[in-house]
T-cell receptor, first 112, second 111 residues
């Protein structure tokens, strides 16, 4: 059974600091997704990582994928309050079918 | 363009009643997914439609749950004889080749 684990589950940090959220998964997958969820809102797609070594950046967020280690990271650079949200990673449950298996989510709070 | 829409946004029902949740996917997307988000279980896959193929129902938690997709577009998720543990946010997503786009969800509360 595919399991996806995120670390940490809760993260409180100050503006201007850097931090990394980790996503480990238990079986082989070439695709990994990162989503953002604001309170009471739906999921917003951030990144789709499609191959080993993939790195994508958008603003202060950068995501990477190491399929051999079954690990993805979401790095936050010089955090700002607007990045406060819950971040989910997800992996295809079945290759190509996009039956996503989600991590538990990381609740990120950025304090001024 | 228009995103995925879902209705109703909130539904309160009594235990034992049937409910229907609706999803309108993004036009042209052949893939449609239902997920459930609850405090205890996190985000769970329920069912997947791809084009005219038979749906993948492997995530449905019991036979009280069913879904259909008419004309390759609109989908309805039906829960019969609702139970309190069915209370959750039900999310629909439609997909292009690499990305799923999620709707705003329906918050279901079973009293």
């Amino acid at each position: 059974e595919l399991k996806v684990e995120q670390n940490p589950l809760f993260l409180s940090m100050q503006e201007g600091k850097n931090y990394t959220i980790y996503c480990n998964y238990s079986t082989t997958s070439d695709r990994l997704y990162w989503y953002r969820q604001d309170p009471g809102k739906s999921l917003e797609s951030l990144f789709v990582l499609l191959s080993n070594g993939a790195v994508k950046q958008e603003g202060r967020l950068m995501a990477s994928l190491d399929t051999k280690a079954r690990l993805s990271t979401l790095h936050i650079t010089a955090a700002v309050h607007d990045l406060s949200a819950t971040y989910f990673c997800a992996v295809d449950g079945v290759q190509g079918a996009q039956k996503l298996v989600f991590g538990q989510g990381t609740r990120l709070t950025i304090n001024p | 363009g228009a995103g995925v829409s879902q209705s109703p946004s909130n539904k309160v029902t009594e235990k034992g009643k049937d409910v229907e949740l609706r999803c309108d996917p993004i036009s042209g997307h052949t893939a449609l997914y239902w997920y459930r988000q609850s405090l205890g279980q996190g985000l769970e896959f329920l069912i997947y439609f791809q084009g005219n193929s038979a749906p993948d129902k492997s995530g449905l938690p019991s036979d009280r749950f069913s879904a259909e997709r008419t004309g390759g577009s609109v989908s309805t998720l039906t829960i019969q004889r609702t139970q309190q543990e069915d209370s959750a946010v039900y999310l629909c997503a439609s997909g292009s080749s690499d990305t799923q786009y999620f709707g705003p969800g329906t918050r279901l509360t079973v009293l």
